[in-house]
């Protein structure tokens, strides 16, 4: 949407190469019509070319003139350049997913969790299998560490970064393990959580882990040495999240009747009044369909109509409201492979998706405007199994190698 001063004002305007659309004329004499004229339209057209700067800056006009040294447009520009060059090193991070292999961590299992630890720059990797946890630096050149436990099958991690403790939670052995020096050296939980977990957050509001699994469920433990079974109203459980003000959320139910759990304390959970909208077109409830970032839930569900992957957030777990929609027009989603992950530090939001017909292959978008917009999608991996986020970086694991993507997104 723009004039055309040449089309506008064919007898007003002057032809020159430098200024292929038409170039502004003075009068010959006093209004003899020959001039270009300073008309509606045309004050318009620029009016809105500023306006429409301003609003993709998201910068409120002041209401005072433009000046060297305090100039919006300026901010304005400025902002819109930054955020294009972030989006296209964002785009090529995410087409060709940089990815490496972490020689130091065996493919011991098909499990994955890694914990980012802000204070030292490392990140705790841990796979499936008995003593799986290592500790790698975010440039890729740690070494690893000591390491030992029984938890088999590692699904997922959390670390309480006031007492310098990581719980790792999987599917097999003590079920859950924790460590004080990150990764030095693990104790078992004496109480293990109920059956197999495979989310587990930190709350920190209570001091509490929260941990789920399979069965409609949560396990909270202060520690992860002992935990405590907290029943959820309803079954098929899918997922957990916390909000930094401590409110938990739990996914429930089916295809046809998906519910959240919500929690004020993290020890008693009530059914939530709320649910999503459009149910009956969801085509699963799915393990790691919810997260939180910031002062929001998030919840990703693959739907059968028109083959989209749809985003909801939710303040509370109570209101619910859509997002965005994310549509491929090559390749279809397949069910039960949808996820979304939150990379905190980055300040960042995944959405995930197998390909149906294509085993282990998942396609990745990612979004740094809270999941309005998302970049993508890239075909990240073949055979992967596990993936999660942490500390500016995506790791991947499938049974054979475990990567990581090879540049670190920067860190709010």
Request: glycine content about 12%.
């Amino acid at each position: 949407m723009a004039i055309i001063p040449s089309s506008r004002y064919p007898a007003q305007t002057d032809i020159a190469a430098a200024y292929p659309q038409g170039k502004a004329r003075n009068a010959g004499s006093y209004q003899d019509g020959t001039g270009t004229p300073l008309e509606k339209d045309w004050v318009n057209d620029q009016f809105g070319f500023h306006q429409a700067l301003l609003d993709a800056a998201a910068i409120v006009p002041s209401g005072s003139p433009d000046q060297v040294g305090a100039s919006q447009y300026l901010d304005a520009v400025r902002s819109v350049a930054a955020r294009a060059a972030t989006d296209q090193a964002l785009r090529g991070f995410l087409s060709t997913c940089g990815v490496i292999a972490l020689d130091d961590v065996p493919p011991v299992g098909v499990g994955l969790a890694a914990v980012y630890d802000e204070v030292t720059g490392l990140t705790l990797i841990s796979v499936g299998g008995v003593n799986g946890s290592h500790v790698v630096a975010d440039d890729m050149r740690g070494d690893t560490q000591a390491t030992s436990g029984t938890v088999t099958g590692v699904v997922a991690g959390a670390m309480d970064p006031i007492a310098r403790r990581v719980v790792l939670v999987g599917n097999g052995g003590a079920f859950a393990c924790s460590s004080t020096n990150f990764g030095t050296g693990w104790t078992n939980a004496t109480t293990a959580p109920v059956s197999s977990r495979n989310r587990i957050v930190w709350d920190a509001t209570h001091g509490l882990f929260l941990a789920s699994g399979g069965t409609a469920n949560i396990s909270t433990s202060p520690t992860g040495a002992t935990w405590t079974t907290r029943a959820l109203t309803g079954s098929a459980y899918g997922g957990v999240a916390v909000l930094p003000s401590g409110v938990g959320l739990a996914s429930i139910g089916s295809a046809a009747a998906l519910a959240f759990n919500v929690s004020a304390n993290g020890t008693t959970w009530t059914l939530s009044a709320g649910t999503l909208p459009n149910l009956a077109s969801i085509a699963a409830v799915e393990e790691g369909c919810l997260c939180s970032l910031g002062n929001l839930f998030y919840h990703s569900a693959r739907f059968t109509s028109g083959n989209e992957l749809r985003i909801h957030s939710s303040p509370d777990g109570v209101n619910w409201a859509l997002v965005s929609t994310i549509t491929h027009p090559s390749f279809p989603l397949a069910a039960n492979t949808t996820r979304i992950l939150a990379d905190k530090q980055a300040s960042v939001l995944y959405a995930l998706a197998g390909i149906s017909g294509a085993p282990g292959y998942m396609l990745v978008w990612m979004s740094l405007d809270a999941g309005a917009t998302w970049i993508g999608p890239a075909r990240y991996l073949t055979w992967v199994d596990f993936i999660t986020a942490a500390g500016g970086r995506l790791f991947a694991n499938g049974g054979v190698v475990t990567r990581c993507t090879a540049n670190r997104l920067p860190l709010a």
